[in-house]
């Protein structure tokens, strides 16, 4: 099991720029995908961004992509994302997750720990 803690979220105008970061202690961090998701008020958890555990190989959502960037440094067992260009859409929780295997993956039922979700509020 791997325990996550995400820290960096808050409000910004539109246009701006956070970094969310996800600090992860237990299970071996580079030996999972990882990956970053959010809900929006009503909806379902989504998928915004994933990366293998070497980071070798990143994946994001259509909406996201140019603007947003994942990464991680398996050395200090954390995983960012860098988000540039904010929209007032890109409102909601993000929550970072760590994934049952090391492949790159997409889905929700992929992931298996979960952190407790920070806000991201973009104003227009």
């Known amino acids: 099991q791997v325990q996550l803690v995400e820290s960096g979220g808050g409000l910004v105008q539109a246009g701006g720029s956070l970094r969310l970061s996800c600090a992860a202690s237990?299970?071996?961090?580079?030996?999972?995908?990882m990956g970053w998701f959010r809900r929006h008020p009503g909806k379902e958890r989504e998928f915004v961004a994933g990366i293998s555990g070497s980071g070798g190989r990143k994946a994001y959502t259509d909406s996201v992509k140019g603007r947003f960037t994942i990464s991680r440094d398996n050395a200090k067992n954390t995983m960012y994302l860098q988000m540039n260009s904010l929209k007032p859409e890109d409102t909601a929780v993000y929550y970072c997750?760590?994934?049952?295997?090391?492949?790159?993956?997409?889905?929700?039922?992929?992931?298996?720990?979960w952190g407790q979700g920070t806000q991201v509020t973009v104003s227009s």
């Open positions: 997750a760590a994934g049952k295997y090391v492949l790159l993956t997409e889905l929700v039922s992929d992931f298996g720990s």
């Open positions: 237990g299970r071996a961090f580079s030996s999972v995908a």
